[in-house]
């Protein structure tokens, strides 16, 4: 796949580390210019190793451009500003990828939202709210341009119960929302859809895992259906580059499927199952 995303421009939210990480390296490997947004830009300010810039480096490794930008995802400000930044430098977007979330570290302790403080609630500002407002901002670039791709990051979660009440409801809202999006984007040529991932080996869940291993017990966490960060990246390649793509606009797509239509497989050649018989299958088809 390397180079079929040449000369295309994307942004990445929550890039440091995780999906998002793995995401701008796949998108970047096959020649996007990748703005990876970010709160951590100095290593060790996190409990979990990485930072924009590192990630940015590594889109530079791969054969792409990276482009760090810090970012709070919280403040519209911010936000407004690395949307001015990308149409100042680039004069266009083609792919939006809204992986940013304000995941709590007792997301995954299994105790009632009645024990866990309401401060989890943050988890739709940062994982409903700001899809929004980074969807808006892109919007207004892809639109005149009559091209473009939003890409909600999603889970099974959607319509299962998985850790906890207002995780699900974000995963459920994100999905409708990217349907929604698509019926108002689709006479501009601006595809919208939201991806189903299971788990995926971030640097947060091995440290879950390793803490907590009666998790691998589990068919959520359960690390022989599991995949690389990289694993959706590669699924949004194809599908960014994929003339038809609009035939899937405002559909949630179980990625591991998604990858079988393309051929596309983990970085170490592993074909990732889907779990819709276990876990349960999307609302949302295509517009």
């Not at 020649?31 to 810039?53: C, E, K, Q």
Request: overall charge negative; charged content about 20%.
């Amino acid at each position: 796949m390397t180079g079929v995303l040449s000369g295309k421009v994307a942004v990445v939210t929550g890039a440091s580390r995780g999906i998002g990480k793995g995401i701008a390296l796949a998108l970047a490997e096959a020649g996007a210019t990748v703005y990876v947004t970010g709160r951590t830009v100095t290593a060790g300010s996190h409990p979990l190793p990485g930072t924009v810039g590192e990630t940015a480096l590594e889109c530079d490794r791969r054969g792409g451009k990276g482009v760090a930008v810090q970012v709070d995802h919280a403040d519209d400000d911010q936000v407004a500003a690395l949307f001015a930044q990308v149409e100042r430098e680039q004069g266009r977007l083609d792919i939006l990828v809204n992986n940013a979330f304000a995941l709590p570290e007792d997301l995954t302790e299994p105790r009632p939202f009645w024990e866990k403080p309401l401060s989890n609630w943050e988890m739709v500002d940062v994982g409903v709210r700001s899809n929004f407002v980074a969807a808006w901002h892109a919007a207004k670039i892809m639109t005149p341009q009559k091209s473009g791709l939003i890409v909600a990051i999603s889970g099974y979660v959607g319509v299962t119960y998985t850790y906890g009440i207002v995780f699900g409801t974000c995963k459920s809202a994100v999905d409708r929302m990217a349907r929604d999006m698509a019926i108002e984007l689709k006479p501009h040529g601006v595809a919208s859809v939201s991806l189903w991932q299971g788990l995926t080996f971030t640097e947060r869940a091995e440290r879950n895992i390793a803490n907590n291993p009666a998790m691998k017990q589990s068919i959520v966490t359960n690390p022989l259906v599991g995949c690389s960060p990289e694993f959706p990246g590669r699924v949004i390649v194809a599908l960014a580059s994929d003339p038809q793509v609009m035939q899937r606009s405002g559909a949630t797509l179980i990625t591991a499927e998604l990858a079988q239509d393309y051929g596309v497989t983990d970085v170490d050649g592993k074909v990732i199952p889907s779990l819709r018989e276990q876990r349960g299958a999307p609302i949302w088809q295509a517009i």
